[in-house]
């Protein structure tokens, strides 16, 4: 597995990258066509392709290829020019898969041989020669019978502790589905797929029926991530739209989004299997809720709640009698990948950001800690600063998203411990860097510094970050460039 921390090489190429010296140092420099987004201090970024038709998942294959699913056409394979730092250039881009209907999941099994993507109805497996990043047969469905409306990505992850183990998260077939009561339609819940045990002439598993369930009851959970030390499951669920409690309207700040636990792939069940309450319950962001809570003493952030209070179901039904969120994030955030570091210490989180709201807000890509031992959370349940620190996100008040501006999507881990984001609206694909004098920080389990962005109670962002994409400079990339560091008001 690769590191988090800069080898010596890399970071002399990165402080180059991010200095003055850069202009000469890195000649493949693509400047966005909008407002660039802002990196955190101690870190760098550049944009490296550009181009794509909606770039969703991504992942490094073991030829050193990288794998990006474009929602509508098919999965392509780019390897770099690599000058180090986040100096990269295309050097060869070839079509893998060509499929329109392919939209978001990609995985690849743990030998790295077979290549797993998904469309609305299944999972496909194909035999994979990473080093001619070449497709070795035909393609056939693992796992089948996921088709709805409307939230139809099928976010896949193959357990790197449970070899073998295929997380598939399948969302509902509306903004509020109350078909996702019933546990046998399969949807909005998380399963796992032993694929170690399915034969080649074996029909696919059937998402409803068969698997494990590591939960429902979770409206869309795109984003789904394994803690490297302990091998727990966590997920990030986008929560419902446009709601309103007892008649008043509640959508500016509520429901929270979600990071949801799910336990372990091991055989160990404890935690695992529970219904997290939608289309039900929500979890609170905002305390500020209209109406008089069943709940003795109201309710807290983190707790779940209901829209309507009466005989059946209530605050106190939610409490109750559904798995309550390990952390809430702000409403509309929308969260489409996790990802651990390899320490463990802490996990990125891509936030795709809302779509129809009059205050745009989200797109960014954040940290929450983890005791990297335990792989818990160190905030509570009730903290509204899940969030430690934004690493990329767009300045000032984000108003020329969600139409133009970087809207993250796919996280992956590259060669020297750089991460890889794929933004796709904008068609683009971004690498990240840590500079040489934060790197000793991936280990030490905090990124919270006194410049880095926090995410405060009342849902504002503050600090400083640096503007990325300066062509002043000619360079993207954190040391050298300007502070921006306005309010973000949500
Ligand atoms: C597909 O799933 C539904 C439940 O949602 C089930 O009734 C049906 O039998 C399944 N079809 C197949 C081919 O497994
Ligand atoms: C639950 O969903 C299954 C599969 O779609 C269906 O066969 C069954 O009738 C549903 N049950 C209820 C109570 O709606
Ligand atoms: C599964 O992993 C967890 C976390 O490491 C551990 O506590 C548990 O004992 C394991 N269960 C089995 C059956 O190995
Ligand atoms: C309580 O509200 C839920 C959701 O609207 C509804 O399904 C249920 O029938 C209601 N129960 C009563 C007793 O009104
Ligand atoms: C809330 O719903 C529960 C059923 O989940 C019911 O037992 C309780 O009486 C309800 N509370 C109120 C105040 O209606």
């Known amino acids: 597995m690769k590191s988090n921390v800069l080898s010596t090489a890399a970071v002399g190429a990165g402080l180059l990258a991010a200095g003055v010296a850069a202009q000469t140092a890195c000649a493949s420099v693509l400047v966005p066509s909008y407002s660039p987004p802002s990196v955190a201090p101690g870190w760098s970024a550049q944009l490296v392709v550009n181009g794509l038709k909606k770039p969703r998942s991504i992942q490094f294959d073991a030829g050193g290829g990288l794998l990006v699913v474009e929602s509508g056409k098919g999965i392509t394979r780019f390897t770099f020019?690599?000058?180090?730092?986040?100096?990269?250039?295309?050097?060869?881009?070839?079509?893998?898969?060509?499929?329109?209907?392919?939209?978001?999941?990609?995985?690849?099994?743990?030998?790295?041989?077979?290549?797993?993507?998904?469309?609305?109805?299944?999972?496909?497996?194909?035999?994979y020669d990473p080093a001619r990043?070449?497709?070795?047969?035909?393609?056939?469905?693992?796992?089948?019978n996921m088709s709805n409306n409307d939230l139809t990505t099928r976010t896949l992850l193959m357990s790197q502790a449970v070899p073998g183990q295929l997380v598939v998260s399948r969302g509902s077939a509306e903004n509020y589905d109350v078909d996702a009561l019933n546990k046998s339609s399969g949807l909005s819940q998380i399963r796992a797929f032993d694929l170690a045990r399915l034969l080649d002439t074996h029909p696919p598993y059937n998402f409803n029926a068969d698997g494990r369930v590591l939960g429902w009851g979770l409206r869309n959970s795109v984003g789904v991530g394994e803690h490297p030390k302990t091998g727990a499951i966590y997920s990030v669920e986008n929560s419902i739209d446009g709601v309103k409690r007892e008649g008043s309207d509640i959508d500016r700040s509520n429901p929270g989004e979600e990071l949801n636990y799910h336990g372990f792939l091991n055989g160990t069940t404890a935690g695992q299997g529970g219904n997290y309450g939608y289309p039900n319950c929500f979890a609170v962001w905002d305390t500020n809720l209209p109406g008089t809570s069943t709940v003795a003493g109201g309710l807290h952030v983190g707790d779940q709640f209901s829209l309507v209070?009466?005989?059946?179901?209530?605050?106190?039904?939610?409490?109750?009698?559904?798995?309550?969120?390990?952390?809430?994030?702000?409403?509309?955030?929308?969260?489409?990948?996790?990802?651990?570091?390899?320490?463990?210490?802490?996990?990125?989180?891509?936030?795709?950001?809302?779509?129809?709201?009059?205050?745009?807000?989200?797109?960014?890509?954040?940290?929450?800690?983890?005791d990297p031992q335990r792989g818990t959370p160190l905030e509570p349940p009730s903290s509204t600063r899940a969030l430690s620190r934004d690493i990329i996100s767009n300045p000032g008040q984000a108003a020329q998203c969600p139409a133009n501006c970087f809207r993250p999507v796919g996280l992956a881990w590259g060669?020297?411990?750089?991460?890889?984001?794929?933004?796709?609206?904008?068609?683009?694909?971004?690498?990240?860097?840590?500079?040489?004098?934060s790197s000793s920080s991936s280990s030490s389990g905090t990124t919270a510094t006194t410049s880095g962005s926090i995410v405060t109670a009342t849902g504002k962002a503050n600090g400083a970050a640096a503007a990325l994409g300066r062509p002043a400079l000619g360079v993207l990339g954190g040391v050298a460039a300007c502070v921006v560091g306005g309010l973000m008001v949500l």
Do not use: M
């Not at 250039?89 to 743990?110: F, K, M, P, R, S």
């Not at 984001?421 to 860097?433: K, M, N």
């Open 133 to 144: 990043g070449a497709l070795l047969g035909d393609r056939r469905a693992v796992v089948a």
């Open 81 to 127: 020019k690599d000058n180090g730092g986040t100096c990269l250039a295309v050097d060869q881009a070839i079509t893998v898969v060509a499929d329109t209907t392919l939209n978001h999941g990609l995985a690849l099994a743990n030998d790295g041989k077979t290549l797993y993507a998904s469309n609305v109805e299944a999972v496909f497996a194909w035999a």
């Open 309 to 370: 209070q009466n005989a059946t179901l209530n605050d106190t039904t939610c409490a109750q009698q559904y798995v309550a969120p390990r952390l809430t994030l702000p409403a509309h955030f929308a969260p489409l990948d996790i990802l651990f570091g390899d320490d463990g210490a802490q996990a990125y989180v891509s936030f795709h950001g809302s779509f129809d709201k009059t205050n745009p807000q989200g797109y960014r890509v954040s940290t929450i800690d983890f």
């Open 415 to 437: 060669p020297r411990g750089r991460l890889f984001v794929t933004s796709d609206t904008t068609g683009e694909i971004y690498v990240l860097s840590r500079d040489a004098s």
